[in-house]
């Protein structure tokens, strides 16, 4: 049974407690209304601002018993301390000590800075002002962001890339590029304007975005085609398409054969592409990548496969033998690929005999992105001349690229070293069948053939082998 007093005590709480609540009206209203007077229905930072408003993170002014925001309001430094410290979930710091001459312990935001400068936030660049009634600036509010929120790195590449012409060389270039590339901030008419102060507006916006991926910009619109290198044309009749780099990862849909993708990025067998404005993985052995600029094979992973060698010398023929010009022709079209910036996996640089299947394994275990074979041919009519290529549709799965490789190599050797064209056929080699990428068997001529042999045995013909198959690749990859 209650008594008298703790009556009174309980009427003394409830008073207690409605004091508090009724100062606190305009943000009870708000947050029952979402809504300050001056942002209107439609006003293109609206969402945001409601959004930090209902989080408690950001505040209107109450005048005549309504609020405000002011969105056009420039926000100073103090007031972003106090906002950014509070989106953390963290309170001021009461007792902090500052030793900025211009924030005394009676500035109102002393504490919310303290807390800032503990944290990391601002204020790190040792000098003795904090310039609290400041403007921030666009490149401070970048570096305020990224500390607090430790916004990772999207890779080198990007970090110190030039996305706006007005931040080349700036001092806060790779924090202005992270929040780019993180959907969080862009920029107008290919500039950031970094030195222009921020509004109460942009700033709710960027924080928003920062805590919320509701909020961020979709990515296909901040990162136009051509801001990647290379691009990715799907191979498959249906690619999946996952929200991490593994077989494994969420399925987030699925890609068609002939859709372009820009890759960003490639981490062994996955690349990293946008997809409805995320990022996304897909297997890269059913993409045929494409670089948009400068060299069309630089990056690229290929495997420069010389038949034969050590105890299986191939063909033979009039003192000549396939194990040794193919070799010849192998390390000659390896120095042409990497001068051109291709990373090229060779099967055999002596006179030794990998396996078929060591060839396919060297292939898989590089993370290859095409397969190149290199043979002679031989029959027993010594008549029999010309030059071959030789793909497979039985199970390698990117059998229609096999063949288009093995037509821009057919031609360039028919061309180049004015051999016989026998065309290119489809057929079941082991290295073909068991490779899944872009595979191919050249035959450059017949050992057998007395007319062949001179060109297959001459170091000035190796060379012109070479580089008509390089030339075969190169034109590959500037082909859709
Ligand atoms: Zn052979």
Redesign the pocket.
């Known amino acids: 049974m209650l008594g008298k007093r703790h009556v009174y005590c309980l009427l003394i709480v409830f008073l207690a407690f409605f004091s508090v609540t009724s100062s606190s009206w305009a943000n009870t209203e708000l947050k029952q209304e979402g809504r300050f007077v001056d942002v209107e229905d439609g006003h293109w930072a609206k969402n945001e601002i409601d959004f930090l408003a209902n989080k408690q993170i950001i505040h209107g002014y109450e005048v005549g018993g309504t609020v405000q925001f002011r969105p056009d309001q420039m926000v100073t430094r103090a007031e972003a301390a106090k906002m950014i410290v509070s989106a953390l979930g963290q309170t001021e710091w009461k007792n902090g000590t500052l030793s900025f001459q211009d924030v005394p312990a009676s500035h109102w935001a002393h504490g919310w800075i303290a807390r800032a400068v503990q944290l990391g936030i601002m204020g790190g660049d040792g000098t003795t002002t904090f310039r609290p009634n400041d403007s921030l600036s666009r490149a401070e509010m970048s570096v305020v962001l990224v500390n607090a929120f430790s916004l990772p790195s999207k890779g080198a590449a990007v970090e110190g890339a030039v996305v706006f012409k007005d931040t080349a060389g700036h001092w806060a270039l790779r924090h202005i590029n992270r929040l780019y590339y993180h959907g969080i901030a862009s920029g107008r008419d290919g500039q950031f304007f970094p030195k222009d102060d921020i509004s109460r507006a942009e700033f709710a916006t960027l924080l928003a975005r920062t805590l919320d991926d509701q909020f961020r910009l979709p990515l296909p619109d901040l990162i136009e085609q051509g801001k990647t290198n290379i691009q990715g044309t799907v191979t498959t009749s249906s690619l999946n398409v996952r929200q991490t780099p593994s077989a494994t990862g969420t399925l987030v849909g699925t890609l068609k054969r002939g859709q372009v993708v820009d890759v960003y990025d490639i981490n062994g067998y996955w690349a990293k592409i946008a997809y409805n404005g995320q990022f996304a993985y897909v297997h890269k052995t059913y993409l045929k990548l494409r670089n948009m600029a400068g060299s069309p094979v630089k990056g690229r992973i290929i495997v420069v496969d010389a038949?034969?060698g050590g105890k299986d010398s191939?063909?033979m023929s009039g003192g000549a033998n396939?194990k040794t010009t193919?070799l010849e022709v192998a390390k000659l079209l390896k120095e042409k690929l990497e001068k051109a910036g291709a990373t090229v996996v060779m099967t055999r640089e002596t006179d030794v005999y990998p396996t078929l299947q060591d060839r396919v394994d060297m292939a898989k275990d590089n993370y290859a992105e095409m397969f190149v074979?290199i043979?002679?041919?031989?029959a027993t009519n010594p008549s029999a001349k010309g030059a071959e290529v030789y793909y497979d549709s039985s199970t390698n799965p990117n059998a229609e690229e096999s063949k288009k490789l093995a037509q821009y190599i057919q031609e360039e050797i028919v061309r180049m070293a004015n051999m016989v064209d026998r065309g290119v056929k489809n057929s079941g080699l082991y290295v073909l069948r068991n490779n899944n990428v872009t595979s191919v068997?050249v035959?450059l001529g017949f050992i057998s053939n007395s007319e062949d042999r001179a060109k297959l045995t001459s170091a000035e013909y190796q060379n012109i082998y070479a580089e008509a198959i390089y030339q075969g690749i190169v034109k590959y990859y500037t082909s859709q």
Do not use: P
Request: glycine residues 16%; charged residues 15%; proline residues 0%.
């Open positions: 038949g034969h191939g063909a396939e193919v074979s043979h002679t041919n031989s068997l035959e």
